[in-house]
T-cell receptor
Framework: ETGVTQTPRHLVMGMTNKKSLKCEQH?????MYWYKQSAKKPLELMFVYSLEERVENNSVPSRFSPECPNSSHLFLHLHTLQPEDSALYLC?????????????FGSGTQLSVL | GQQVMQIPQYQHVQEGEDFTTYCNSSTTLSNIQWYKQRPGGHPVFLIQ?????EVKKQKRLTFQFGEAKKNSSLHITATQTTDVGTYFC??????????FGTGTSLTVIP
């Protein structure tokens, strides 16, 4: 266990559904991240939160909406997704102090959009 | 975001052979990290390199950072089946932003 827990592990949703992905870290870190991992593509940074404030939004479509209510929890709200959004969504955390940190990843949510 | 290219994309080796993956950037990097992702798993941090020309070893794994800090390599000596997975380099130039390379998928044939 890495100290970063993601739920659910698998999710199947239709294009008109609304769902949320949850991430919780038990490491006392101050920064949390959402990454998207598609087949044959590198890990894509979606959102970064540091001390609960969003510091990076990597041109992600508005159908993905992040929420960080405190430094231990991170959500990704999904609505009206497209089939090409099917991917592994990984949450990660780091201490949040700057350079020299390492990322701790959760096990991911495998999302399928039908 | 920062772009880093990794080669090769795929590598198949016989167990016992060596393996190397390379990470290249067009810009000077402040540091570089390496992660390993087992099939069906999530990326796990291996190491970070910071200094120009730095070399670090972890058992059969050797990590190098180029003199110009624009490239890095990961070399595995005498591969084992437990080495199977995808190896990613990652760069972070402004603190809380980590950008990953395209990854090298390693298959070890027993």
């Amino acid at each position: 266990e890495t100290g970063v827990t993601q739920t659910p592990r698998h999710l199947v949703m239709g294009m008109t559904n609304k769902k949320s992905l949850k991430c919780e870290q038990h490491l006392g870190h101050n920064a949390m991240y959402w990454y998207k991992q598609s087949a044959k593509k590198p890990l894509e940074l979606m959102f970064v939160y540091s001390l609960e404030e969003r510091v990076e939004n990597n041109s992600v479509p508005s159908r993905f909406s992040p929420e960080c209510p405190n430094s231990s929890h991170l959500f990704l709200h999904l609505h009206t997704l497209q089939p090409e959004d099917s991917a592994l969504y990984l949450c990660a955390s780091s201490q949040g102090g700057g350079l020299g940190e390492k990322l701790f990843f959760g096990s991911g949510t495998q999302l399928s959009v039908l | 975001g920062q772009q880093v290219m990794q080669i090769p994309q795929y590598q198949h080796v016989q167990e016992g052979e060596d393996f190397t993956t390379y990470c290249n950037s067009s810009t000077t990097l402040s540091n570089i990290q390496w992660y390993k992702q087992r099939p069906g798993g999530h990326p796990v941090f291996l190491i970070q390199l910071v200094k120009s020309g730095e070399v670090k070893k972890q058992k059969r794994l050797t990590f190098q950072f180029g003199e110009a800090k624009k490239n890095s390599s990961l070399h595995i000596t005498a591969t084992q089946t437990t080495d199977v997975g995808t190896y990613f380099c990652a760069v972070s130039n402004t603190g809380n932003q980590f950008y990953f390379g395209t990854g090298t998928s390693l298959t070890v044939i027993p």
